[in-house]
């Protein structure tokens, strides 16, 4: 049956996860076995979930259970699984051009998505982008543009720690949001220093917001530019305006306004790395616009073409200046991956999906902090659109990793799709087109395995 049809008959029969073998069942376990043999198993999966098809905010497994999905395959499936549109759009350029190389070569998609990046990330001056494959590397583009542009003379890059930015050896270098990612992989790319992340519900310098005066921007110049780091020879801060793989964790109003006055008082630049934040997620097309603040460049990826590998850094065009032979990708702006950027452009803007993103998100926070009030191991509830966090802890305030493993494992059992960021968060990144129903019911499913990992 088409996935449209599917999708439609399944929602006029019920709204609800419909689980009628416990995962994993047979068909799953056999492929988990597979994988085990054959995949390097480098990954830090929360339950095997073994996916067969999707569409909307439903993806059924390959023995038949449906569940609700509060991931969006981390980030991605911001238009919904399998939008027919994505679909249409994917199929025809296929038809026409799948590859052609923008390394040596020209064709349309990549210009027109290009014309469409430039008018919806922030900041009002002329820009340029650059097309990758991936986060990781959209981020590496943007150490290079950094560093490239300074012709050599600015080598150094501040980032925070607590971040996540990619796992390839630059952006791998930026990345401090677990040891595990880094351990054994030394040394890593010189002249990065890591300064706090703004996270106020457990502030690295035990200070309490408002109270600190923003320390951890003053903390910078005063301790990293006074004591160790010459400004001047600093290209860029790298930073997520809300930190994802992290904890999501959203830093302050007055934070990027002031790390932005700090960073043109030196010349650097800013680079946001809206990998995760981005195509919609916090109910604005990027989160910077949260802050009023415009980065010199974005990194952008993940939903920005609905589930296709695309990437791009998108920047002013004084700074996206690197000479002909510098910096290239043989996949990068891949034409059907273009496509699918266009066509998801397209359906958030026709679908009004950051105005959907920004009304449920707020209906989850609200009914999320009703539940903090009943649950004491609800320690924060934080977070932007549909990008948020829910922070367990223990009765003495300190993170709860087991009792966060036991809530998702027992959602996944009842048909609720959610993973965990930092140390023990709840992860919710349902795809935008979610509705308010379908948001209650997941919120109810949460609900009942919190109740019962605690009673247990
Ligand atoms: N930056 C951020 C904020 C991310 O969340 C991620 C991935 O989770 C990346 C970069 C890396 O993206 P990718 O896995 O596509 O390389």
Same mark, same amino acid.
């Given at each position: 049956m088409p996935t449209i049809i599917y999708s439609l008959a399944f929602v006029l029969i019920t709204m609800r996860p419909r689980i009628t073998v416990e995962p994993p069942g047979p068909q799953a376990r056999q492929i988990i076995q597979r994988d085990e043999e054959l995949i390097m198993q480098s990954f830090a999966r929360w339950y095997p979930l073994v996916a067969k098809r999707a569409w909307g905010v439903w993806i059924e497994d390959v023995d038949g259970n449906i569940y609700l999905d509060f991931n969006s395959g981390i980030g991605v499936n911001n238009t919904g699984h399998c939008h027919p549109k994505v679909v249409e759009a994917v199929k025809r350029q296929a038809e026409l051009l799948l590859h052609y190389s923008l390394t040596d070569f020209l064709y349309e998609p990549p210009v027109k998505l290009a014309e469409k990046l430039v008018q919806i990330t922030p900041g009002s001056f002329r820009k340029k982008v650059f097309f990758t494959n991936s986060g990781a590397e959209s981020i590496e583009a943007g150490i290079k543009v950094a560093r490239g542009h300074f012709r050599g003379t600015r080598p150094y890059l501040v980032a925070f720690a607590g971040s996540f930015h990619g796992r390839t050896m630059g952006a791998l270098s930026l990345t401090s949001s677990k040891p595990v990612q880094r351990k054994s992989f030394g040394p890593l790319l010189p002249g990065v220093f890591h300064v706090p992340y703004p996270y106020c519900y457990r502030c690295p310098f035990r200070q309490k917001y408002p109270d600190c005066n923003l320390w951890c921007v003053d903390f910078i110049e005063e301790w990293l530019f006074k004591k160790y780091v010459p400004p001047e020879e600093v290209a860029a801060f790298v930073f997520e305006p809300i930190a994802g793989e992290g904890g999501y964790i959203v830093p302050p109003p007055e934070f990027f306004p002031r790390l932005r006055k700090l960073a043109d008082k030196y010349g650097i630049l800013l680079i946001a790395d809206e990998v995760q934040s981005g195509f919609g997620r916090t109910g604005r097309w990027f989160a910077m616009e949260h802050w009023g603040v415009a980065p010199d460049a974005v990194a952008a990826a993940k939903g920005i073409a609905s589930g296709l590998p695309l990437g791009a850094l998108i920047g002013r065009a004084d700074i996206m200046d690197l000479p002909p032979g510098s910096h290239a990708s %043989?996949? $990068? $702006?891949n034409p059907v991956s273009c496509a699918a950027a266009l066509a998801t452009i397209e359906v958030i803007e026709e679908e009004k999906l950051l105005d959907n993103a920004a009304r449920v998100g707020d209906y989850a926070l609200k009914r999320l902090r009703e539940m903090q009030e009943k649950y004491p191991a609800i320690g924060d509830v934080r977070g932007k659109g549909l990008m948020i966090g829910v922070e367990l802890v223990n009765q003495d305030g300190s993170p709860a990793p087991e009792l966060l493993r036991a809530v998702l494992e027992r959602a996944f059992k009842k048909g609720l799709l959610v993973i965990g960021a930092g140390v023990s968060t709840i992860r919710i990144a349902p795809?935008?087109?979610? %509705?308010q129903e379908e948001m209650e019911t997941g919120l109810e499913i949460l609900e009942a395995a919190l109740r019962e990992a605690l009673t247990k």
């Open positions: %043989t996949f $990068g $702006g795809p935008l087109v979610i %509705t």
